[in-house]
């Protein structure tokens, strides 16, 4: 594997192997006894079909399957435990082989691979006899790799002009070749050992997303800890985890997932992603290895894995945002303590006041003057007018433009909103969509979604998506996909 080229060496030593053989994941997942069906069962329920997290029913329904079927071939005797036993092992602490989580809003385990199982799984992969094994494409990335490199630090004008005048000439003769009609085409020997190549980098971008995503989580875990255990200012626990989110964000990893996340996102990059993929899948060279169908659409599954990651720091700042809510209910409640102490004080004075002067105030109240309270001096502004005599004009002038606009009115909405909440408790976007349609389009139905942020009581259910669909003013039929919006009375 070509991973520890970049990665930090480590030393393999005694001491170090015999630490990971009895402490990490991955090793006891490959020297357990149940390997093969651990192994083969995580693989293929979420590697092969790229799936991120899976409820418990699900997945205790599908172990159940895989069970059965090894039951009736190799006899009733062989793993003797339920399905429920086995996934709540594989999750436990001295295993480590899956991550066991409740998602916020729900009530039901979930499931997801954590990194050292995909690692272990990775490698297993690579036991395999693969029919071709191509080493162009990899020494072509290696060149063009270095290549960047050395171009991108180069700091002498004279030679990266150089190096641009080079690589226009040889553009400038492969154009030739072609209007002459040479066309140097790939043939499927370099074709196959090019595919190889991105569906490998593909696949390990994706397992590179689940470990991105520990990373945060460990973050996560250690701010819940710290919070926890603090008894201190909140200044200095804010300054401390602020301190450490700002390291890994600005660390080399964080650095490379933001740029690969703002590359990722780019409508055009994904519109020509997806063309390219579509192109070559088509080509028989490529259709022979039977690649997978999954990888036309991968660059989708890149988005949802990165989705969780970045569900994963928002996590992060809504565990500060209730501890800063917490901290603040607290001392509210010490400054109207310390209030109701002067009160309690100041009556009991007024009942046996002291004899002579216990306090003197020079003024009741402080005079604060600013210096930047003062305004500046600012000169009148005369108007200019000139004398001109205006004329009638005669010009035509097309003003369908002001009869076309359309005007989303929020006022009526909410009233539909309000209607349908005297009649029931609560209603969601989609059934109030059922009563009143869409006249507007997007427009009407992005007034619904702002008055839903603005109201309190409105829910934004992410976990159940909903389907709105309308007729645009061309009568052709658009369809949306968003989070359930609820409006409670």
């Given at each position: ?5 970049l990665d ?10 015999d ?20 192994a083969?069962?995580l ?25 059965f079927?090894?039951r ?14 086995y996934l709540?092992d ?10 066991k ?11 997801d ?9 990775s490698?297993l ?14 020494l072509m ?8 490199m050395?171009?991108?630090s180069?700091?002498?004008?004279q ?31 370099a ?28 973050l ?26 700002d ?37 028989a ?7 997978d ?12 894995a ?14 500060l945002r209730r ?32 004899a ?18 003062r ?23 097309e003003?369908d433009a002001?009869?076309?606009h ?9 009233g539909w909103?309000?209607q ?29 979604l ?15 998506p ?15 996909e ?8």
């Open positions: 594997m070509e991973r520890p080229l930090n060496p480590v030393s393999l030593d005694y001491a170090t192997l630490t990971l053989r009895r402490n990490h994941p991955a090793w006891r997942l490959l020297d357990s006894p149940h390997a093969p069906l651990v083969s069962f693989h293929q329920v979420f590697v092969t079909p790229n799936v991120r997290v899976m409820a418990q029913a699900d997945l205790v329904e599908k172990l159940e399957d895989t069970l079927g090894l009736q071939s190799l006899g009733d005797g062989v793993f003797p435990r339920s399905a429920a036993q709540d594989w999750a436990a602490n001295d295993k480590g082989w899956l991550r989580f409740y998602p916020p809003g729900s009530d039901e385990a979930h499931f691979l954590t990194p050292a199982t995909e690692k272990a799984l490698w992969d690579g036991l395999t006899q693969r029919a071709f094994v191509g080493t162009e494409s990899r990335t290696v060149f063009n790799l270095l290549r960047q050395v171009e991108g180069e700091t002498d004008p030679a990266r002009l150089s190096e641009l005048e080079k690589r226009r000439a040889e553009i400038d003769a492969e154009i030739a070749r072609v209007q002459d009609g040479e066309i140097d085409l790939l043939d499927d020997t074709l196959k050992d090019r595919f190889q190549q991105v569906a490998a980098t593909a696949r390990e971008l994706l397992s590179d997303f689940r470990e991105v995503e520990q990373n945060f989580r460990n996560d875990r250690s701010v819940r800890e710290r919070i926890a255990l603090w008894d201190g200012g909140k200044g200095a626990l804010l300054e401390s985890i602020f301190g450490e989110r390291a890994i964000a600005d660390s080399d990893q964080g650095r490379s997932f933001r740029a690969f996340w703002d590359f990722l996102m780019s409508p055009a990059r994904q519109e020509e992603l997806s063309a390219l993929l579509e192109s070559a899948l088509n080509l060279a490529v259709q022979a290895l039977a690649p169908a999954r990888l036309k659409r991968v660059h989708y599954d890149w988005l949802e990165g989705e969780h990651t970045q569900r994963t720091v928002a996590l992060l700042s809504m565990q501890f800063l809510d917490d901290q603040a209910w607290l001392e509210n409640r010490r400054i109207m303590e310390v209030l109701r102490g002067i009160e309690a004080h100041a009556l009991a004075l007024r009942e046996t006041p002291p002579g002067v216990f306090m003197q105030l020079e003024a009741p109240a402080p005079a604060l003057e600013l210096p930047m309270e305004p500046l001096h600012t000169p009148a502004i005369r108007p200019m007018i000139s004398e001109q005599i205006l004329l009638e004009g005669e010009t035509e002038i003003t002001l009869f076309g359309v005007v989303v009115d929020k006022a009526r909405l909410a909103i309000r349908s909440l005297q009649q029931r408790a609560q209603v969601t976007l989609g059934e109030l969509l059922k009563q009143h349609p869409l006249e507007h389009g997007l427009a009407e139905l992005v007034a619904y702002a008055l839903a942020s603005e109201d309190r009581k409105a829910v934004f259910d992410e976990t159940t909903e389907s709105v669909t309308w007729l645009d003013t061309s009568g052709k039929q658009r369809q949306a968003l989070p359930r919006v609820i409006f409670t009375r």
